[in-house]
């Protein structure tokens, strides 16, 4: 990403039909989207499929997306986390459609010690979101998890546009300082 783009107008230059500004977003996230994907799925060829297929849907959103806050990463991780859920779910599917076998695929290389890092930050995390009020955990599962714009947030929940917004930035602010302290 160019140190004058902000994700926001990258995104508003994506929906607009800019391959370019789409491009520099994949280069700017694809690694921390592999690390989500790799956590979640402990293998890497299911993990950069899951990268691939975490853009194509991004690609899709697009219209209509507004970013709400100045990172596309939370947006692009939940994406991801819907992705390796599906994906997670075949596999137990094809467990147990061949009577419990179990892959014997191993990934190419493992590296323990940041699936460890990975996994401790997404536990703290979700202990985090854990302790927030239930209005709050709600507007964090709408905007950040579903990717609800401001306005489509407020309306689902009988709030301000300003309200959910402000919120929402003090959700994120909470949780950068989770991420912060684990670095």
């Known amino acids: ?42 293998d890497r060829g299911d993990a950069e499929d899951a990268v691939q297929e975490t853009f194509v849907v991004a690609w899709r959103k697009l219209d209509g997306f507004a970013l709400a806050g100045e990172s ?42 940041q699936q460890v890092v990975d996994r401790a930050l997404a536990e703290r995390i979700g202990r985090e979101v854990d302790r927030m009020s239930p209005d709050d955990r709600r507007i964090f599962g709408l905007c950040v998890a579903e990717g609800y714009a401001y306005a489509a947030a407020a309306e689902e929940l009988g709030l301000t546009h300003g309200a959910v917004r402000n919120r929402l930035s003090r959700i994120r602010t909470r949780l950068r300082s989770v991420v912060k302290e684990e670095a």
Do not use: K
């Open 1 to 42: 990403m160019t140190d004058n783009t902000s994700d926001a107008a990258l995104i508003d230059a994506a929906a607009a039909g800019s391959e370019i500004a789409f491009r520099e977003l994949f280069r700017a996230y694809a690694t921390p989207v592999f690390r989500v994907a790799h956590a979640l799925l402990d």
């Open 72 to 113: 596309a990463l939370p947006w692009l991780a939940t994406i991801c986390r819907n992705v390796a859920a599906n994906r997670i779910r075949v596999r137990r599917r094809e467990r147990e459609r061949t009577g419990g076998e179990v892959d014997e695929r191993q990934p190419d290389t493992v590296d323990v010690e």
